[in-house]
């Protein structure tokens, strides 16, 4: 019998022991070679310069002077890690175990592992799920695309006397800070299970957000499963639509269910409830993304997946939200990410 993926030697070979025992050079090396290439001279981030030369290196700096406009930048210069204060091994070890994590990790978690505070640790881990959003593929889905939403932050806690409880049913006695998680999944061949995971954040589960959604993630002559809500409705006019009735059954047995959708809300849930415990409605979209990425990646190798992950934040601008989160009190610069 074949070896199931998760005991297999890919999916245990990154080793934390062995990224804490780089030395600074070695640290640079990783950092130079995943953002510049393998034997390439650096490039100058500046925006109006980009000259790609062997600049000046100075060693007590750890940084290049670029020889065109003088300006002095290191590694991570124009990246997600700009303006960094920690030495890279922190980085490199927080990108480890951001990866090794099945569901995630909290920041409460990281911030001990790495021995920093705990205010580091939250911005780090935002900055990574950052450039896992900014660097995902949009391109549209196609095939069999399965579409559903799910609800986050809308609980509302009864009260103590049976007298005083609401009926929590009614919109005016709803939670404000109730949004939908939107999910559209390709699904991949027979038991393969989801193979591309888009996900958005909406105010509500209705036509005229599926309607934005679907024009733009779906190509034309995909098959769309939805379940019965009525916001799927107008799915039909635009593409061969296969609805399923929670109500009667889950699946039938030609196939027409939204099975791929629902386990992937089930993990998010889980990493909701089990890890993270709190998805603030300014961030959900970047947990989403992160549990999407994991769903999508979950057949990779841990070394390839890290490869990845640093790629990507050195592939992504600094965040204006998040440098100097805390200075600013986080958020000043957020901007309205519901579709
Ligand atoms: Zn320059």
Not at 211 to 230: C, M, N, P, Q
Not at 249 to 275: K, P, V
Not at 326 to 333: E, F, K, S
Request: charged letters at 25%.
């Amino acid at each position: 019998m074949a070896q199931h993926f998760l005991l297999s030697k890919d999916a245990r070979g990154l080793s934390l022991k062995r990224i804490f025992g780089l030395s600074n050079p070695e640290a640079l090396t990783l950092f130079r070679e995943a953002r510049w290439g393998k034997g390439r001279d650096p490039k100058c981030p500046s925006v109006n310069c980009g000259h790609v030369a062997n600049h000046y290196f100075h060693d007590g700096r750890q940084r290049w002077r670029c020889n065109r406009c003088r300006r002095w930048f290191s590694v991570t210069s124009g990246t997600v890690f700009a303006y960094r204060k920690l030495p890279l091994q922190i980085y490199l070890a927080a990108m480890a175990i951001y990866t090794q994590h099945v569901k995630g990790i909290p920041a409460l978690a990281l911030c001990r592992k790495l021995d920093v505070q705990y205010k580091t640790a939250f911005v780090l881990a935002h900055k990574l799920r950052t450039a896992l959003l900014a660097q995902r593929d949009d391109s549209p889905l196609e095939g069999d695309v399965e579409l559903d939403g799910c609800y986050f932050n809308g609980y509302v806690k009864p009260a103590n006397q049976k007298v005083n409880r609401r009926d929590r049913r009614l919109a005016r006695n709803q939670n404000p800070k109730k949004s939908v998680i939107m999910v559209l999944r390709q699904r991949g061949g027979p038991k393969q299970g989801g193979q591309r995971t888009l996900t958005f954040s909406t105010r509500s589960e209705n036509q005229s957000s599926v309607l934005k959604l679907v024009r733009k993630y779906i190509a034309a002559g995909s098959t769309v499963y939805a379940d019965e809500h009525s916001a799927y409705d107008s799915l039909h006019t635009l593409f061969r639509t296969l609805r399923t009735n929670h109500s009667v059954q889950y699946s039938d047995e030609n196939g027409i269910h939204t099975n791929t959708a629902e386990g992937f809300f089930s993990r998010l849930r889980r990493m909701q409830r089990g890890q993270c415990h709190h998805f603030n409605n300014n961030y959900i979209d970047l947990y989403a993304n992160e549990a999407a990425y994991r769903e999508d990646n979950r057949r990779r190798a841990m070394h390839t997946l890290f490869d990845d992950i640093l790629t990507k934040c050195l592939e992504t601008k600094p965040s204006r939200d998040l440098c100097g989160y805390w200075q600013h009190r986080g958020q000043l610069h957020r901007r309205e990410q519901f579709v």
